[in-house]
C-alpha cells in the first residue's frame, strides 16, 4: 500500500489522479488532498476518499471546511492552509508519494519540499522545474527522492529513455529528443485570425481536456516552450537536442532518436490518466481505465514543423534556455501574468508574447543561485508584466 498527498486535487490532474487511486483501493491510500479555494469540490473529494489532511491556499476556504467537517462531527480530518500547510502534507513522513499538480508557480514550494523530503515526486507542475531546474533536480538528488514525470510527453521520453534521469545523453547514444505537440486550438489559424480569438476558443483544445492556464499555454505554444525547458532539466539534454515536432492526432506523445537510427515512440490515446499510472506503478504497470489505442480508427500520424513566427512563445522560451539564470524564472512569471490577463478580457491573444518579451528585455538575468534568487526574479517579472499589460490599455 502506497500513502499519498495530491497537491491540487481539485484540478484536472487531481482529479485524473483519484480517478487512478479509485481503480486501485488496495494498492493506493490518499494521505492528503489539497486545493487552492474550491470548497465544494474539496468537500466532495473528502467525503468519497477519507484523506488525514485537508490543505486549502486560501485560508477562508480552509475556515469554511473547518467549520462545515466540525458541524458533520467529523473530528480525524486535519485542516490547514496557505503554503505551509500544502509544504507541511507534501513531508509527512507516512507519505510515500506526492502528486505535484497545482498549476504555476504556486506550485514550486511545496513540490520542493516533496524533494526535500525524499519522496516519489510525480512532477505534473511543470512550472517548479522551469523555474528552479536546476536547484530542483539538485535536491532530488540530495535528498534521494524519486522524479517520475506526468506531462505525458517527458513520460513518453522517460518510457523510451535508459532509465537512470540526468546522465548523460550521448553515453546512451540518443540523438535528440523529439517532442511532439499538438500545435493546439489554432493551429490552422492565420496571424490575422489569431488577433480576434476569444478565451473560450483559446481553451477548447482538440484533443486534452486541461485546466485554463495550461490551455491557453497551448493555444500559444507557450507550453511547448515550458516543455522544452521541462525537457532539459528532467534528462539533461542541450537546447539543440530537443527537436519540437507537430503532430496534430496527439497519439504519439513524444520519441527518442538514437545514433544507429532508431526512433522509439510511446504511443496511446490522449488521456492524462497513461501516465499518471504509469508514474504510480513504475517500474510495474496498473490499468487506468484508459481505453485501447485502436490504430484502425486513428489510421493517419502526421507531422509538420513548428511555426515561430506564428507562435512566438515558444521561440522566447528556447531563448530563455540558451540565455540561462534567471531568464526561464522570468518567462514564466511573465507568461503567468499574460495569461491570466487574456483570461479575464483584458489583452488580446497576440498580445501574451509581447508582454513577455517585453519583460525579458527590460528584466535582466542574474545566476539562479539560490530559491530567494528565483523567487524575487518572478516577483519583478510580474510586476515589470503589469505594467506592461497597464501601459498597452
Ligand atoms: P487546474 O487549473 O485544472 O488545477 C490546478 C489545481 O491547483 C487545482 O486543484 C487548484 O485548486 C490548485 N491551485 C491553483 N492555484 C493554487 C494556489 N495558488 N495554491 C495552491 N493550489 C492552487 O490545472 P491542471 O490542468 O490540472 O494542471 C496542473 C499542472 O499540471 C500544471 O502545472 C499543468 O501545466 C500540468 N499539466 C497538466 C496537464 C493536463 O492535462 N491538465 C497535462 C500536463 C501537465
Ligand atoms: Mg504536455
Not at 540526468?166 to 523529439?178: K, T
Not at 505554444?221 to 539534454?237: C, S, Y
Not at 489505442?293 to 530563455?320: I, K, S
Request: proline content about 4%.
Amino acid at each position: 500500500m502506497k500513502n499519498i498527498t495530491i497537491l491540487g486535487s481539485t484540478g484536472s490532474i487531481g482529479e485524473s489522479t483519484l480517478d487512478v487511486v479509485s481503480q486501485h483501493p488496495d494498492a493506493y491510500n490518499v494521505i492528503a488532498l489539497t486545493a487552492n479555494a474550491s470548497v465544494d469540490k474539496m468537500l466532495m473529494q473528502v467525503n468519497r476518499y477519507k484523506p488525514d489532511f485537508v490543505v486549502m491556499a486560501d485560508e477562508q476556504a480552509a475556515e469554511r471546511i473547518s467549520t462545515i467537517l466540525l458541524a458533520k462531527g467529523c473530528t480525524e480530518i486535519t485542516v490547514l492552509s496557505g503554503v505551509d500547510g500544502l509544504q507541511h502534507v507534501a513531508s509527512l513522513d507516512a507519505v510515500d508519494y506526492v502528486m505535484a499538480a497545482i498549476v504555476g508557480a504556486a506550485g514550486l514550494l511545496p513540490s520542493l519540499a516533496a524533494a526535500k523530503a525524499g519522496k516519489r515526486v510525480l512532477l505534473a507542475n511543470k512550472e517548479a522545474l522551469v523555474m528552479s531546474g536546476h536547484l530542483f533536480m539538485q535536491d532530488i538528488k540530495r535528498y534521494g527522492a524519486e522524479l517520475l514525470p506526468i506531462d505525458s510527453e517527458h513520460n513518453a521520453i522517460f518510457q523510451c529513455m535508459p532509465h537512470d534521469l540526468g546522465s548523460s545523453l550521448s553515453l546512451h547514444g540518443v540523438e535528440r529528443i523529439l517532442l511532439t505537440a499538438s500545435g493546439g486550438p489554432f493551429l490552422n489559424k492565420s496571424i490575422n485570425e489569431l488577433g480576434a480569438v476569444t478565451p473560450d476558443q483559446a481553451c477548447s483544445h482538440p484533443n486534452w481536456s486541461m485546466g485554463r492556464k495550461i490551455s491557453v499555454d497551448s493555444a500559444t505554444m507557450m507550453n511547448k516552450g515550458l516543455e522544452v525547458i521541462e525537457a532539459h532539466w528532467l534528462f539533461n539534454a542541450a537546447p539543440d537536442k530537443i527537436q519540437v515536432v507537430i503532430h496534430p492526432q496527439s497519439v504519439i506523445h513524444s520519441m527518442v532518436q538514437y545514433r544507429d537510427g532508431s526512433v522509439l515512440a510511446q504511443m496511446g490515446n490522449p488521456d492524462m490518466r497513461t501516465p499518471i499510472a504509469h508514474a504510480m506503478a513504475w517500474p510495474q504497470r496498473i490499468s487506468s481505465g484508459v481505453a485501447e489505442l485502436d490504430l484502425f480508427d486513428v489510421a493517419h500520424l502526421n507531422f509538420q514543423r513548428p511555426d515561430f513566427n506564428r507562435f512566438p512563445c515558444l521561440r522566447l522560451a528556447y531563448e530563455a534556455l540558451k540565455s540561462g539564470g534567471t531568464s526561464c524564472a522570468i518567462l514564466n512569471a511573465a507568461n503567468e501574468i499574460a495569461v491570466e490577463s487574456f483570461l479575464n478580457e483584458t489583452i488580446s491573444f497576440p498580445m501574451i508574447p509581447i508582454v513577455i518579451e517585453s519583460v525579458l528585455t527590460e528584466l535582466n538575468s542574474v545566476d539562479a543561485s539560490s530559491l530567494e534568487v528565483i523567487l524575487a526574479a518572478d516577483h519583478s517579472a510580474r510586476e515589470l508584466a503589469k505594467e506592461a499589460i497597464a501601459s498597452i490599455r
